[in-house]
């Protein structure tokens, strides 16, 4: 490692030598750097990063990437861990060992043997304790304090049956009401131990609360998850066929005895339909409760099968209107849930890791795979866990919760620092005035009059618009979000691919993204299309939109025309025929509640939806999947990933049959994902591995009925969503041969992420070069939550 790039870890707070100097691979920023060492010197090396990461992004991952993780053996007692970061635990049960352990670019690691977790596992974190069981039989439970060592050992809790518990410690064991609660789904009973340090011995009480939460919910078989505490107070949800609530757990603790009363609090927040994929396509929809000091907050986690998360939507209840409110930003702040063995817990903590603030991190695979759910920017990446922690085998995962001491010296510090920034002065130089305190500059050569800046913005486009309207308050102020300008000349700029495009309600913005330039394009939502809109299917450059309980539209983002359909009934798919400006256009979807219909409409001449029942005789499909048009014949693909045919649609009969009967043999190990796309006359299915590990594509054979697997698309190419899947012919050589994600490579800005069928590797575009393989698999990708689909751009 270079002299100067270790010199400069000491300023930033990392282990290295005592100056400062810079160095950037890319391009020189002296004055930048110049206005960041005159920073006050009391300033936290955190603080620090969070500012470097801020106006400096590729220095700081320049930084990042030449540090080597650290590993570091340590026994019997806890390490001395960073206050600069967040810290995980990965226990191995069988052999007692723990890893204390930090994600992102720096990697740290403890190799730890701890006495107190030894034959003892995690269970949850309150109030800087963290709760223990012993493993595997849950008969003897503990509170250890990390940074005092202590070990609070309660008596033995003797079970009739094996039961799985849910923990929640009510207070401090120092809090002379301070109760440690548990839960189980398999019997209706509260067992809970007061922790009065006065008594000699604790014991164990247990409670019934099924006539309690019967009469509250109006239903049997209703029981109490996910205990947490707020603001001095119990809550749970109650988990049931019919009633979903926030039940308030009221202890009372009168002298030597202690009273629990179940009270109705707030019903469980609902999920939006405005995702992607619908509201409908989730199979489960995991909850989590979860308080910390005032606040109280919900976690709901999406999955699309059994394993495979989708989405994850997070509240906070507003006490005063008592209504839950959809988090937009985390901040500074994390949630770690862990769903990698077979008990579940969630934890919350601000962070002072910049690189993992803001987001929900999920644990699943086993332990194997990381989600990362990004509060504000609505996607979820996927990564693997570190090496060494997957080499551990463990078996069991944490986060620590509790503030290091360190901690609370270094925010006095801030405080103070904060005060000391007002004062600091700017820095100038070369026409140039850059604001320590904000972190902004401002250019003299941008002194001109706004009507001048309205005409040079005229005569920009796309990308060049975007950056030169962000570029002051004063270019932003010169023009609109979109102007008609900037639609005329997308007109003629970048028609050679589909773009990635993402309906955001919440800002009302349809974002597009060029997959070769990398550029994006910011649309305004019409007024007629803000609230709770869902895409079902894209072509010919429209938009099929769908609103629960609401119109269904065309929209075509280019030229900002709504086309609004009749009232239509419940569909699970859609396609259509051709543009709905065609007097050919015909609208097909699926459904099969309250049993299996065909509704179809002719949007130039019928008034009303029609309809057709499918009889299976019990025997059909539980849904049809990516419905697509080949001449007047709709090709649907069954669960079963077969293939049926309905024949003709425009004729008023019902005729349908299978074309392939079953799936492909294909060689991916884990659950698959496949995609039905119409490349001619030629029926194509592209099967994908849960972590994108095997992309095969195969042709169906109208002859033998199956699937044929093919090597290559020649001079196609194939683009995929979970709504859409359209295969077209390649206009630039570079783009032929291909299959295109909806994924962006993580701390790549826009890149879109795309799988070559000649290299079996992912790439991206750097321009017009294809860039080298950054994988096997999308590890390292994320994807927007937000509606999204592939568009071909068209302006009519």
């Known amino acids: ?63 990042l990437s030449q540090m080597e993780p650290r590993q570091i053996s340590c026994d019997q007692k806890l390490p001395s861990l960073s206050a600069s970061h967040q810290w995980f635990i990965a226990q191995n049960l069988e052999s007692h060992t723990q890893i204390f352990y930090t994600l992102g670019n720096q990697q740290n690691y403890y190799h730890c043997r701890i006495n107190e977790l030894r034959g003892r596992r995690i269970r949850a974190c309150f109030h800087g304790w963290v709760v223990l069981s012993n493993h595997p039989d849950t008969v003897l439970w503990s509170l250890w304090n990390p940074l005092t060592s202590k070990l609070i050992r309660l008596p033995p809790l003797i079970h009739k049956a094996k039961h799985s518990h849910e923990c929640c410690l009510s207070a401090p064991p120092d809090d002379q009401g301070s109760v440690l609660l548990l839960t189980t789904i398999e019997v209706p009973t509260i067992v809970f131990c007061r922790l009065d340090t006065t008594r000699k011995k604790f014991k164990w009480i247990q409670m019934s609360y099924a006539k309690q939460l019967q009469s509250i919910s109006g239903v049997d ?127 919350y903590n601000s962070t002072v890791d910049s690189e993992l603030e803001g987001y929900v991190h999920i644990l699943g695979e086993s332990g194997k795979v990381m989600y990362s759910f990004h509060a504000k920017d609505k996607t979820m990446s996927i990564s693997s866990m570190p090496c060494t922690v997957l080499e551990s085998q463990a078996s069991a995962w944490a986060m620590l919760e509790c503030r290091l001491e360190v901690d609370h010296v270094e925010s006095k510090l801030e405080e103070k620092d904060n005060d000391t920034e007002l004062v600091v002065r700017p820095v100038k130089g070369d026409n140039i005035e850059f604001d320590i305190t904000t972190g902004e500059s401002q250019s003299h050569l941008l002194n001109i009059p706004v009507h001048i800046l309205e005409t040079i913005m005229e005569l920009c486009v796309g990308i060049e618009y975007i950056r030169f309207r962000a570029t002051s308050k004063l270019c932003y102020l010169a023009t609109s979000l979109v102007n008609k300008t900037t639609l005329s000349r997308l007109q003629m700029y970048s028609l050679v691919s589909p773009w990635l495009v993402v309906l955001d309600n919440y800002q009302g913005i349809v974002t597009l993204i060029d997959p070769i330039r990398s550029d994006r394009y910011y649309i305004k939502v019409p007024q007629k299309l803000k609230g709770d809109y869902q895409i079902y299917c894209s072509k010919y450059g429209w938009l099929l939109m769908y609103q629960l309980c609401g119109p269904m539209v065309f929209f075509n983002p280019f030229s900002n025309d709504i086309r609004e359909l009749p009232p239509a009934p419940y569909l699970q798919t859609f396609c259509f025929s051709a543009p709905p400006t065609s007097a050919d256009c015909m609208v097909v979807g699926f459904t099969s509640y309250p049993k299996w219909y065909v509704v179809y409409h002719i949007v130039s001449r019928d008034s009303a939806w029609r309809k057709f029942h499918l009889d299976f005789d019990g025997d059909g499909p539980s849904s049809y999947y990516f419905p697509t048009f080949s001449g007047r014949d709709v090709y649907a693909l069954c669960e079963n990933k077969g293939l049926d045919v309905f024949i003709d649609m425009l004729k008023d009969d019902d005729s349908w049959e299978t074309f392939v009967d079953k799936a492909p043999k294909h060689s991916c190990r884990s659950p698959a994902q496949y995609f039905l ?95 080298e393989s950054f994988g096997a698999d999308l590890f390292g990708t994320k994807l927007h939550c937000y509606p999204h689909t592939w568009i071909e751009p068209s302006w009519s």
């Open 677 to 771: 796309s119409i490349c001619g006359q030629h029926q194509l299915l592209v099967v994908v591995g849960k972590f994108g590990e095997s992309v095969e594509v195969f042709k169906a054979n109208e002859y033998t009925e199956e699937w044929e697997k093919t090597n290559g698309l020649g001079k196609h190419m194939i683009f995929i969503s979970d709504t859409s899947c359209i295969c077209l012919d390649a206009k630039l050589p570079e783009m032929e041969n291909k299959i295109y994600f909806p994924r962006l490579l993580c701390n790549g800005g826009t890149k879109i992420v795309f799988y070559s069928l000649e290299t079996c590797r992912y790439h991206t575009f750097d321009d017009r070069n294809i860039r």
């Open 221 to 347: 078989d209703c029981f109490l998850v996910t205990p947490t505490c707020c603001n001095g107070k119990v809550y749970a949800m109650t988990t049931g066929p019919y009633y979903c609530f926030v039940i308030h757990v009221d202890i009372v603790v009168e002298g030597k005895d202690v009273v629990i009363n179940l009270l109705p609090f707030v019903e469980i927040p609902a999920t939006s339909y405005n995702r992607c994929p619908s509201h409908n396509s989730f199979d489960t929809i995991r909850a989590f409760l979860k308080g910390s000091y005032m606040e109280l907050f919900c976690v709901a986690v999406c999955f699309n099968d059994e394993t495979r998360i989708g989405n994850v939507y997070l509240f906070k209840l507003d006490v005063t209107s008592m209504t839950w409110e959809e988090m937009v930003d985390l901040k500074d702040a994390i949630f770690f849930i862990e769903l990698g063995s077979d008990y579940s817990a969630c934890y």
């Open 1 to 63: 490692m270079d002299e100067y790039v270790k010199n400069s870890y000491f300023y930033l707070g990392f282990p290295a030598a005592f100056t400062f100097f810079y160095y950037s691979p890319s391009k020189p920023h002296s004055k930048l750097w110049i206005a960041l060492r005159l920073l006050p010197p009391t300033l936290t090396a955190a603080r620090r990063r969070r500012i470097l990461r801020r106006r400096d992004p590729i220095c700081f991952e320049f930084l």
